[in-house]
């Protein structure tokens, strides 16, 4: 298994550029499983996830070519119905596929997904959306059988909390049902916004997306299309607080700042200079910062993505913080690790109380998810003496490259194959 090792202590200096979003490229993949006709999709980032659900488009019978990149799927002809458990265990978005093959082939075969380290994760709301378009749904085995041999209809559905993946997964089935689709407290993130982008190109009827309640009229059949994915708000977001916690000056090139509004107000607050400079650049400068609260919110509020980042950052701020994460239940446990490293945190529940300035130290750590491994490399860059981070396949699934990004603006970065 790989491992980072980071000698910390340079502050970065220099441009940085972000990718795709994974997220929307995540169900921009599963949306070309609706239509018998090819859809290109650019932008897409070269990750782990990525690679799994390309892996789980061709398990399903379609075609995907990948030119840089670009990616061509031609899902002309669709074999199966099913998404394995040997997919669906490594990627939980895997059940995005659940929306566009019941829509489509009328079936959909889908591994629950197990546990998850940063919450339960169920998948409840998109069953019980896809109930209501008409699907007959069975547990049986660890799978999820939908079924729906007449076709979907539409129908009004509210969602008893918002649900990122969930509103995708009913955008995708609602696009081809019989009828009109009202989706109400639908999430408002950049990347369902997106989605509905990609799939009116591919000649769906959708309004409202970005806002709570979306509105699909189905149509009969979905064209190909070319598309081009968002920028990655949370790499993005990754970047400007590794500017900022390196006391450094980075320029992140490439992102959308309106995406990033929440964090740039926090780190405003916190002393950073955030500033944008040219189309799609921010700016980052920092030095003697101090705490400010931070609670995680759905889109456009406090991005739970970027919350143990956050919190890392906070490690080197004067003063005390209460980090609150509301979205998942136990996604805190960078903050084990981090106190490892010498950071002074206590847990409380849902509430992380966090005290800085702490002098962090090297030392041998373990990535347990995405974006905790992403806390633990920007605490490294900090830290006194060097960091190894052992399990950074967790980082893979979601950052490409990575360390060579980060090691092009100074970080002091080796991948430990
Ligand atoms: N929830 C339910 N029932 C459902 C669906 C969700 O109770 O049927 C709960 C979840 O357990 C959670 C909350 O609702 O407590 C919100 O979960 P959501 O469904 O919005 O999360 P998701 O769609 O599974 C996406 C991102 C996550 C990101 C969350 C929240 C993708 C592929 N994943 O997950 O990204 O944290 O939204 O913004 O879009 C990551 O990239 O590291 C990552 C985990």
Known sequence: MDKFAIQGGVPLRGEIPTGGAKNSALPALAACLLSEEPVTLRRIPNVRDIATMEKLLRSLGAKVDIRGGAVRVDARKLTSSEAPYELVKTMRASSLVLGPLAARMGRA?????????????????????????????????????????????????TFDRITVTGTED????????????????????????????LLTKMGAKIEGAGT?????????????AEH????????????????????????????VPE?????ILKLRQAGAEVTEVGTNCLRVSAGGLKAVDVTTEEYPGFATDLQAQYMALMT???GISLVTETIFENRFMHALELMRMGANIRLDGRRAIVAGPSRLTGAAVIASDLRASASLVLAALVASGETVIDRVYHIDRGYEKIEDKLARVGAQIRRLK
């Open 228 to 255: 081009t994915i968002i920028a990655d708000r949370i790499e993005a977001g990754t970047f400007l607080i590794a500017g900022a916690i390196t006391g450094g000056e980075l320029t992140v090139t490439g992102c």
């Open 109 to 157: 075969r889908v591994s629950l997904p197990g546990g998850c380290a940063i919450g339960a994760r169920p998948i409840n709301l998109h069953l019980s959306g896809l109930e209501q378009l008409g699907a007959v749904i069975r547990q049986e085995h660890g799978y999820i059988e939908a079924e729906a041999p007449g076709g979907l209809h539409g129908a009004y559905y």
């Open 316 to 318: 080197q701020a004067e």
């Open 259 to 263: 995406h990033l509004m929440a964090l």
């Open 212 to 224: 709570s309640t979306i509105r699909i009229q189905g149509v009969g059949r979905l064209s190909g």
């Open 170 to 197: 009913l955008m995708m089935a609602a696009v081809l049902a019989q009828g009109e689709t009202v989706l109400e407290n639908a999430a408002r993130e950049p990347e369902v916004t997106d989605l509905a982008a």
